[in-house]
Every structure is written in structure tokens, then in C-alpha cells.
């Protein structure tokens, strides 16, 4: 029987206060379907993740790796094979974010394109370039690429954020054509989700009234949680999705693809 062995990039459980994270969400649940993760981030909070792992009866490793650095990937996938035997999923699920990238392209230093797309491209492809022949290996498996509709539905002063999540689409058809049948590639994308990152410096009110306002432009009617997304993955990770391919699954409850207004 194969082994179900995952590896999670930007995996740690919120930054501060072990609040929810979608890669965090993403690793727990990988576990409860069975999975041995290795949880990866720079941040230390990655331990909760694996915290709660244990707690649930499952396996995991922490692994503090740099997405940007060909050692720190080679060091986690070597724990994935040392200590839980191979590798059959990837998530890539890390994003840079800073007050320097909120920008259109004229104001967007150099500097602050560069890192970003050395993160939130140069990562996929790196994780992506390194996990491949390992998941190969092993005998074959999933990757799964989170993105966000902001690459197709751009808002404004947002730029190397569109430009590397619309990228991201496009490296996950390419691996999805040149790595099936043994790989299947596959993208998740969600809009809006409630982050412990994004709660930071609100109070309790401005909140709730933060995520009320945005929810008027679901149509849902409601922010997304992070459970909601690693559910998804949870899907194209298993054999349900045996012939889901190069896909991407919008997880924004049907705004990419509504106008909201009314004749
Ligand atoms: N939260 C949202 O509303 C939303 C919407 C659409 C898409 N997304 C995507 O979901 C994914 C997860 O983001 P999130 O919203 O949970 O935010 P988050 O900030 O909680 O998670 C991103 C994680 O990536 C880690 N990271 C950043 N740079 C890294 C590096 N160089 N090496 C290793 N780890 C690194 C961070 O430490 C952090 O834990 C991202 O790809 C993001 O673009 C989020």
C-alpha cells in the first residue's frame, strides 16, 4: 500500500497566538485523513500545528525551512524521507506579505517585487522543483498550490500579489500536464478568509463589523474559514479526486464568477 506522507509550507498556526491559518488548517486535517505531515514555516508557531496533530492522535514534524533557500527544502523533504519513509502530497501554501508590496507596480520598489515573487512564486516552484522526484519515488501522489482570485479579480495597489497568485495558475497546469499520471497538480483558490494575521491590531467590534462589511459581497453572506479551504485539499489530496487535474477550485462562494449588482 502506498504510504500517505504530506508536506505543508506556510503551515504554522497564525503568528502569534495560535490562531487559525489556512496551511495550519490545511496540515491538521491531512492528519486526520491519515496523513504523516511534516509541517513547514520560518515562524515558530508551526509547533502548534504539530501540537494539535499529536493532541488528535496523529503524526507530524515541525521543520523550520525557508521556502527561498534549496537547503531548507532539501532538509525537509530528507526528514520526510528519514523519518516517515517518502513523500505522496505537497501543499504549497506560503505568502509574503508587507506593508511595501500594498502597492500599484510604479510604487513597488524593486526590492519589494523581487521578494515577494521569491516567495510566493519562486517557493511553489522551488517546493515543487525538489518534492517532484521524491514524490515520484515514493509512487506518484498529489500537489496542491493555494492561489487567490486576486490574480483573475485584481483590486487596487495589490500588484506583485495579483502578478504572483495569477502565476501560480499557471505553474500548476504545467506540472499537472508534465507529471500526470503519476502526479496530479491542482490549485485551491480562496478569497477572503478569516486569519488570526489579518485580525492583528482590531478590536473585538471593529471585527465584527470588519467582517460584516465584507461579507455583504459573498454570496454566502459570510467571511470563509480556514477549515473550509483545507477541506478542498483534503478532497484532491485523496483518491476522490482520482481524475481532477490541473484544476482550480475557487473557494470564494461564488463571487469569481457573480456580478453582484441587480438589473
Ligand atoms: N487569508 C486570506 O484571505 C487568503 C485569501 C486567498 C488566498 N490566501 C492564500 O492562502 C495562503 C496562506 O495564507 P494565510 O492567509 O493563511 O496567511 P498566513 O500569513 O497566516 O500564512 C502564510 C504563512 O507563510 C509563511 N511564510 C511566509 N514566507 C515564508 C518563507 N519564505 N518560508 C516559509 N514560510 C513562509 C508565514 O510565516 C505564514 O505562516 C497564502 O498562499 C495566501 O496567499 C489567503
Not at 488528535?56 to 530528507?78: F, P, Q, Y
Not at 516517515?84 to 505537497?90: D, E, N, Q
Not at 506518484?140 to 504572483?164: E, H, L, M, Q
Amino acid at each position: 500500500m502506498k504510504i500517505k506522507v504530506a508536506l505543508v509550507t506556510g503551515a504554522a498556526m497564525g503568528y502569534k497566538k495560535g490562531g487559525p491559518s489556512i496551511g495550519g488548517s490545511i496540515a491538521i486535517q491531512l492528519a486526520k485523513d491519515g496523513f504523516k505531515v511534516v509541517v513547514v514555516d520560518v515562524l515558530k508557531m508551526r509547533e502548534k500545528t504539530v501540537e494539535i496533530i499529536k493532541k488528535n492522535g496523529g503524526e507530524a514534524i515541525s521543520v523550520r525551512a525557508n521556502v527561498t533557500k534549496k537547503k531548507d527544502i532539501l532538509t525537509a523533504l530528507n526528514i520526510a524521507k528519514e523519518k516517515f519513509g517518502g513523500l505522496t502530497c505537497l501543499v504549497n501554501c506560503v505568502a509574503r506579505y508587507s506593508a511595501g508590496m500594498a502597492n500599484n507596480v510604479v510604487k513597488t520598489s524593486e526590492d519589494e517585487w523581487n521578494k515577494t515573487l521569491d516567495v510566493n512564486l519562486g517557493g511553489y516552484y522551488r517546493c515543487a522543483k525538489y518534492a517532484i522526484p521524491l514524490i515520484l519515488k515514493s509512487g506518484g501522489g498529489t500537489t496542491i498550490n493555494i492561489s487567490s482570485p486576486k490574480g483573475i479579480r485584481v483590486i487596487r495597489n495589490f500588484a506583485v500579489y495579483a502578478v504572483s497568485k495569477a502565476a501560480i495558475e499557471a505553474l500548476t497546469k504545467t506540472l499537472a500536464i508534465d507529471f500526470a499520471p503519476k502526479i496530479r497538480t491542482n490549485c485551491v483558490s480562496p478569497d477572503f478568509v478569516r486569519i488570526e494575521n489579518s485580525e492583528r491590531g482590531r478590536s473585538k467590534e471593529e471585527l465584527e463589523n470588519w467582517y460584516k462589511e465584507i461579507a455583504r459581497d459573498y454570496p454566502m453572506g459570510r467571511v470563509c474559514e480556514t477549515q473550509e479551504v483545507a477541506n478542498v485539499v483534503s478532497f484532491l489530496a485523496s483518491d476522490k479526486a482520482s481524475y481532477i487535474n490541473g484544476e482550480t477550485i475557487y473557494v470564494d462562494s461564488g463571487k469569481t464568477h457573480s456580478d453582484r449588482h441587480n438589473f
